[in-house]
């Protein structure tokens, strides 16, 4: 799929670079070939990047499987918990709240309800299909892979989970739900404004500190979160295509409309 994307790309421009002889028509202005081959290589970056964290994820689950946790896990782990600041503990608890039980589901459809409220289907599509659907394929993984949580005799286990380890399911909500918000905010809000950063910073804390409170609070090792991390990354990307085809086809519809 990515290649053949690549391929197209590279044919357009090279089709758009050369003199069309049946017609007679010039070659694109300069500007318009640098600008051309820029998206192709910023395309090719991106399906090297993409393919270069599936690749990792795909080594990095299959050890998984087999290995109940990594001699870094441990270390990292402790590490971890070894931190003793004021109000941290409750901070990690905080943190993790928004990803448990089913406080996911409810803030999802919640926030994909007031998108529909304010007549924006692309965008509570895409949050059920990133954070919802995400979480779906996230418990395939699980059970694919089978691997037990930490036990309490290798660290402080403060919340303990019945379900497997791998990849962590907190992480994966919060890429999804939070990371989708995060790019809409980019997208639509004004460039500059303070309702922009506030917007960005709220949507990019939880997904940063999600991980780190899996481990603090000792329901992951390291390793979960960042195969959720990855994983759930890719997933995100994938909606984010998904969801800017919908925009597309909703502005091409309202253009033909009109």
């Not at 670079?17 to 070939?33: F, H, T, Y």
């Not at 403060?158 to 980019?186: D, I, K, R, T, W």
Request: proline share 4%; aromatic share 14%; net charge positive.
């Amino acid at each position: 799929m990515f290649g053949s994307n690549l391929k197209r790309d590279y044919n357009s421009f090279v089709q758009h670079d050369e003199p069309d002889e049946s017609n007679g028509s010039a070659p694109e202005a300069p500007q318009e070939r640098r600008r051309r081959l820029r998206a192709v290589r910023r395309l090719w970056r991106a399906e090297t990047a993409y393919l270069t964290a599936l690749a990792v994820f795909a080594v990095l689950a299959f050890l998984a499987r087999f290995n109940a946790y990594f001699g870094w896990d441990l270390r990292a782990a402790r590490a971890v918990q070894s931190i003793d600041l004021p109000g941290f503990a409750a901070l990690m608890r905080f943190v993790s709240f928004w990803g448990s039980g089913i406080t996911p589901w409810i803030i999802t459809s919640a926030v994909a309800l007031a998108f529909l409220a304010r007549r924006r289907r692309s965008e509570a599509a895409g949050v059920i299909l990133s954070a919802g659907v995400g979480q779906l394929v996230n418990r395939l993984i699980k059970l694919l892979i089978a691997r037990p949580r930490p036990a309490s005799d290798l660290v402080n286990v403060y919340e303990v989970v019945s379900s497997e380890s791998f990849p962590s399911g907190h992480v994966a909500f919060y890429v999804g739900f939070f990371g989708f918000l995060f790019f809409v905010a980019f997208a639509l809000l004004p460039r500059n404004s303070w309702q922009r950063r506030a917007a960005l910073t709220i949507t990019a804390l939880p997904v940063a500190l999600v991980g780190l409170s899996r481990v603090y609070l000792g329901a992951h090792w390291p390793s979960d979160t960042l195969g959720a991390y990855l994983v759930n990354g890719l997933w995100l990307a994938f909606c984010l295509t998904v969801y800017r085809r919908w925009k597309a086809r909703g502005r091409m519809q309202a253009s033909g409309a009109a």
